[in-house]
């Protein structure tokens, strides 16, 4: 068995994701409040989340140039500092549409380049154990996205706005700066593949492959609108405070911490199609437990099960993707980048609109409806794939295990946009 070694390489690159992990959670229970000061609708609110899938897909695309050209640990540092710019931004900047937007947009090409060279960074470094070392560095960006909306809920509640808890990032990255050059810790430049590899096979994806893309775009949409939608829905129907509902977002934190934790001993044990069938359905449950909540402690529970099921939805699917992909795993991978950025574009803009019309609260039917869908299209992946030999199922299961690892936070990059709140739930930052 591979054995990991923490050396102060691996401290800080796990330190680095943790810094985006604390933007991309905390920046969801923001969202409702900077909506309420821009006086916005929901469906104009919902394009901070195709700002940022338009950020993401082009960060993923430019990042083995920059690499190229500066260097891997160059380039993880740039979108770093970059990072911490984009919050100056947000914090220091009045909230007008068209700059929260432009941020969000630039911020999510950084964090893409920063998730980009995490991934091969820790790969390259530890060799055999790196899928050990990937599931323990999503394990510090979860645990970040827990702290945040409690910091964030906690300067709400205490009057001062949310700008003092998103703040808190900007303190952290020059911590982390200040240790990693004082103590000479260098991210290695590493090795990047050219961008046309010798022996990659350049036909089409075959129609499986496909399906699980389309099964991709639509778990990513659940997420995105449990992301978007939340916040909202726990002031406006379950009667929490703006602060305290922010808060809550851990929640669902919480259960997909616990479900990357030991969703990948699973995968080594059952076949991928029925366990993801059993995600769906353990997603379906907390989401009937969270909507009929009239107490925050239901609420709470039911954010926790949607987390446990949610936890395993994108690790699953992909794994699928690149298994049904023989020869063409890049590609396959590469092309998956664009299913989340349409579920994280088109989706909450649906999402958003459909609430302009009847609420938050009705407008979140949508999710089991898509639940239903995506179970519908893993059945009929599972009859595309049934001519398949024999231990194909095992096969996607070692694969699963590895992506459960190796996914950081790139499935649940776009943040939380919220729909309107009555005037009395507003708060300003």
Not at 85 to 102: D, I, K, Q
Not at 199 to 226: C, D, F, K, N, Q
Not at 231 to 246: E, K, W, Y
Not at 354 to 383: E, K, M, N, Q, T
Request: charged fraction near 10%.
């Amino acid at each position: 068995m591979p054995r990991l070694l923490r050396d102060p390489i691996t401290w800080l690159i796990y330190a680095q994701l943790a810094l985006w992990g604390y933007f991309n959670y905390g920046f969801g229970p923001i969202v409702p409040l900077l909506r309420d000061e821009e006086h916005t609708s929901s469906g104009v609110a919902s394009l901070h989340s195709t700002a940022i899938a338009a950020g993401a897909m082009i960060g993923g695309a430019t990042f083995p140039v920059l690499a190229r050209r500066w260097g891997r640990g160059n380039v993880m540092w740039a979108a770093v500092a970059a990072i911490a710019l984009c919050t100056v931004g947000f914090v220091a900047l009045p909230a007008r549409l068209p700059l929260t937007l432009s941020l969000a947009a630039i911020i999510a090409v950084f964090g893409i380049l920063l998730v980009s060279g995490v991934v091969s960074a820790l790969s390259e470094h530890h060799g055999p154990a790196g899928p050990a070392a990937l599931s323990e560095a999503n394990a510090a960006a979860c645990a970040a996205g827990l702290v945040a909306p409690l910091v964030i809920g906690a300067t709400v509640n205490a009057g001062w706005g949310w700008r003092p808890g998103l703040a808190v990032l900007i303190a952290l990255v020059v911590i982390v700066a200040v240790i990693a050059f004082t103590r000479g810790v260098r991210v290695p430049s590493g090795s990047v593949a050219p961008a046309t590899a010798k022996g990659v096979t350049r036909g089409a994806l075959p129609r499986a492959y496909w399906i699980a893309w389309t099964m991709m775009a639509v778990t990513g949409s659940v997420e995105v609108g449990l992301s978007m939608w939340t916040v909202d829905v726990l002031r406006t129907n379950v009667g929490m405070a703006s602060g305290s509902a922010a808060a809550l977002i851990s929640a669902i934190l919480a259960g997909m911490f616990i479900g990357r934790l030991f969703g990948a001993r699973l995968t080594l044990r059952l076949p991928v199609i029925p366990l993801y069938l059993a995600a769906l359905a353990t997603s379906a449950v907390g989401f009937a437990i969270f909507w009929t909540a009239g107490s925050p402690v239901q609420a709470g529970a039911g954010l926790v099960v949607l987390g446990l099921g949610n936890a395993l939805h994108y690790p699953l699917v992909i794994a699928l993707a690149v298994q049904v992909s023989p020869g063409q795993a890049d590609r396959a991978a590469a092309a998956s980048a664009y299913s989340m950025g349409l579920s994280f574009g088109a989706g909450p803009l649906v999402l958003g609109l459909i609430a302009d019309r009847v609420g938050a609260h009705a407008a979140f039917l949508l999710v089991p409806l898509l639940l239903l869908l995506a179970g519908f299209l893993a059945w009929r992946l599972s009859l595309a794939l049934r001519p398949a030999a024999p231990d194909s199922s095992a096969a996607g299961a070692a694969s699963a295990a590895e992506l459960l690892a190796e996914a950081p936070i790139i499935e649940s990059l776009t943040p939380a946009v919220a729909s309107s709140a009555s005037s009395s739930g507003s708060v300003r930052g």
